[in-house]
């Protein structure tokens, strides 16, 4: 089956500082790759996604970037500000062989330092 | 507001005694999902179902028990089989249709055992 790693399992940085959180996975097949924040005590909450198809995709702050290749993708957080603290989780799954699953990575806490 | 929902938000159980936690989606989504979340460990999948009246195992069934009577709720009993059952749990709900699976989590239910 699919095994996704995670790194860092923490991370701080001041405010107005850029974080990467990155993530590598184990199944060539896999071609969706989703990122959820997480903030304390409730449910995880989808960020942005990139599929197998694209190298890079952004969304305002936030950017992911995928290397099929090497399979690894990374998550970037630029102009990190307080309310960015939270867990976050890469996954990856394969929906080629049906069973649609979603496989975590074990999370990065994020701590932005004002 | 569409959205799913899971219930209680806290739950305390005495050991060996079976509890049922809830979860409910208006989104007409075809998949529901089960996870556990322990501290430093990602989420770990326990049940999915695609389609009611079916369902699958995921990584860590043993112990406990779903079923999918309506499109719409996907209850979890943890049984008092299962050795270590306080954790927080996640339940999440995705379309099947097309290739990828973005999964919509609910808020969570934290189980104590006493």
């Known amino acids: 089956g699919e095994n996704v790693e995670q790194h860092p399992s923490t991370l701080s940085v001041q405010e107005g500082d850029s974080a990467v959180i990155k993530c590598t996975y184990s199944d060539s097949a896999s071609n969706y790759f989703p990122w959820y924040k997480q903030e304390l005590g409730k449910g995880p909450q989808l960020i942005i996604d990139i599929r197998s198809n694209v190298g890079e995709k952004k969304d305002q702050r936030i950017a992911v970037t995928l290397n099929k290749t090497a399979k690894h993708f990374s998550l970037h957080i630029t102009e990190t500000q307080p309310e960015d603290s939270a867990v976050y989780f890469c996954?990856?799954?394969?929906?080629?062989?049906?069973?649609?699953?979603?496989?975590f990575g074990k999370g990065t806490k994020l701590s932005v330092i004002p | 507001d569409g959205g799913i929902t899971q219930s209680p938000k806290y739950l305390f159980r005495k050991e060996g005694q079976n509890v049922t936690l809830s979860c409910e989606q208006n989104l007409n989504h075809d998949a529901m999902y089960w996870y556990r979340q322990d501290p430093g460990q990602g989420l770990r999948l326990i049940y999915y179902?695609?389609?009611?009246?079916?369902?699958q195992k995921g990584d860590i069934a043993e112990g406990y028990s779903v079923s999918r009577e309506k499109k719409e709720s996907f209850p979890l009993t943890v049984t008092s089989a299962q050795k270590n059952p306080t954790a927080f749990y996640l339940c999440?709900?995705?379309?099947?249709?097309?290739?990828?699976?973005?999964?919509?989590f609910g808020p969570g239910t934290r189980l104590t055992v006493l």
């Open positions: 999440a709900s995705s379309m099947l249709a097309g290739s990828y699976n973005e999964q919509f």
């Open positions: 996954a990856a799954s394969d929906s080629g062989a049906g069973s649609y699953q979603l496989t």
């Open positions: 179902s695609q389609i009611v009246n079916d369902f």
